[in-house]
């Protein structure tokens, strides 16, 4: 299908209207292009033609009859495998799910659905959403559009690249402490993550359940802001979830960003910023500039608390949500075991990868008698003082600009044999998520060997419409070529 790869949301809905082609033809063809391309690319885990054609041909009867469409209509989207989809498999990545079956949908998913977007597959990613490369998914990694080898980014790295590679025009991944934007900076893609509790969690496989967020990928802010638009709001199957009706983001676009007030931080600029890394933000922080953006410096002073307190509070988290895997009920059960401790001790050593394992013992370890105070109770408080920060700064500008990445997309195996490594490559994403803040990557040029850099644009609790305001007017802004 000619020019498939620059469809967007809006001009899907202008084409089935027009009669220029139908949702099956879209579907068929994100089928086929993802189909053909998975070996080489290893983006998706599962494919689901059957659930998409049945979207489809609702869609194209709607269209025949002369009836309103959904706002999301015929649109092919590739979901996260750590969503849940009813009838689907969702592997989590992992081999402890390898074989488990979805019995419900995410509410995320049924929102999708119900705006007539198409599921088309389940993307790859970092088991159980613990990883920033993409290299801990336990059956094969992503590889990066730009570059085949180098990651994707993690955990959302098979969302990211469904939408880089030309796949999909649009994805849903999760963000735990830069898991959509991080991915979306490496990928040269649009990566959204909303205030925590601005999309529902249900059916989200849980992670660190007061990180975990749902959110969108897509190749322009106007389409991230339809897909955002579609799946906030509040949802009586989660507690977290704001009772908030959802907002028409798409249609409050506005690229008038004149008299914004910009904060930089002086702790994201500093040692261990890649040169090109910071030479592209730079640029595109004037830029802002030129659109009548007032750039000032601030200061986030925890921020080099950060990694320490993030990876105290995900592991604990994690270390609780993930002791239900015990080979008993759904989760891998080993074949190998004459005890009921064995059985214990088998099927998770056999179900799990050594990310996950490394981050259960070290967040039972911090949970532990004699411990939790000294480790997990002090990264809660300065979980607080972070959050204190950014308090204090949004008191003073509307949204803050730093880098997404400390640097561009680095090649697979490079950083597995370090994991302290790995875990700097989220140091200035992790921040907002302890914040409970919003967060974007938008595409801010490349480096000098072609790869794609991200810009971060953070913004206060529920201001979403903010962030995305001036991620548009910088896309429009000459695109997001820097």
């Known amino acids: 299908m000619d020019g498939y790869r620059d469809l967007t949301i809006d001009s899907i809905r202008a084409g089935l209207r027009e009669k220029r082609f139908t949702a099956r033809e879209l579907a068929e ?5 993802a189909r053909d391309g998975n070996e080489a690319s290893g983006t998706f885990l599962s494919f689901t033609p059957e659930r998409a054609f049945a979207v489809a041909g609702r869609v194209d009867a709607s269209v025949a ?5 959904g706002p999301l209509a015929g649109v ?9 989809t009813a009838g689907i498999k969702t592997t989590c990545a992992s081999r402890a799910l390898e074989d488990f079956v979805a019995p419900y949908d995410a509410t995320a998913v049924k ?3 119900k705006a007539g977007a198409v599921i088309v597959g389940k993307t790859n990613c970092d088991e159980f959403a613990m990883g920033s490369s993409n290299e801990n998914s336990a059956f094969y990694p992503v590889r990066n559009p730009a570059d085949p080898e180098r990651v994707p980014g993690g955990s959302s790295g098979g969302s990211a690249a ?5 796949y999909t025009p649009a994805s849903l991944g999760s963000d735990t402490g830069g898991s959509i934007r991080q991915p979306a900076s490496f990928c040269g893609a649009v990566g959204v993550m909303p205030t925590y509790g601005r999309v529902s969690r249900y059916g989200l496989v849980a992670f660190a359940s007061s990180l975990d967020h749902i959110g969108p990928f897509s190749r322009t802010v106007r389409d991230s802001a339809h897909l955002l638009g579609t799946v906030a709001g509040g949802d ?15 249609g409050a676009l506005s690229a008038d960003v004149s008299g914004l007030k910009l904060g930089i931080p002086r702790e994201y600029f500093g040692e261990g910023l890649d040169a090109a890394v910071g030479a592209r933000i730079e640029a595109g922080i004037k830029r802002l500039e030129r659109l009548g953006c007032q750039a000032v410096e601030i200061s986030l002073p925890h921020t080099r608390y950060a990694i320490a307190s993030y990876y105290l509070i995900c592991t604990a988290e994690a270390s609780s949500n993930l002791a239900r895997y015990d080979g008993v009920r759904y989760s891998r059960r080993s074949e190998d075991s004459e005890t009921l401790r064995d059985m214990y001790r088998n099927s998770r050593a056999e179900a799990f990868g050594p990310e ?8 039972t370890y911090v949970l532990s008698a004699g411990y939790y105070d000294a480790y997990y109770k002090k990264a809660q408080e300065v979980r607080s003082l ?5 308090k204090q700064a949004f008191e003073s500008v509307d949204a803050i600009v730093t880098p997404t990445s400390p640097f561009p997309a680095f090649k697979l195996g490079e950083k597995t044999s370090d994991p302290l490594q790995m875990y700097l490559s989220d140091i200035y994403t992790i921040t907002g998520s302890l914040a409970g803040i919003a967060g974007m990557s938008v595409p801010c040029g490349a480096s000098p060997e072609g790869l794609p850099i991200g810009m971060q644009i953070l913004a206060n609790h529920f201001e979403e419409q903010t962030m995305l305001n001036l991620g548009h007017a910088f896309e429009l802004d000459g695109g997001f070529e820097g």
């Open 162 to 166: 469904a939408v880089a590679y030309g």
């Open 111 to 113: 929102r999708l659905e």
């Open 356 to 363: 996950v394992t490394r981050r259960i013992i070290l967040g």
């Open 236 to 250: 009586p199957y989660d507690a977290t979830a704001a009772n908030m009706p959802a907002a028409d983001f798409a």
């Open 29 to 33: 063809e994100a089928l086929r292009r």
């Open 76 to 84: 092919p989207v590739a979901v996260k495998d750590v969503i849940m």
């Open 386 to 390: 972070i959050a204190r920060d950014f």
């Open 65 to 69: 009859a002369g009836k309103d469409i």
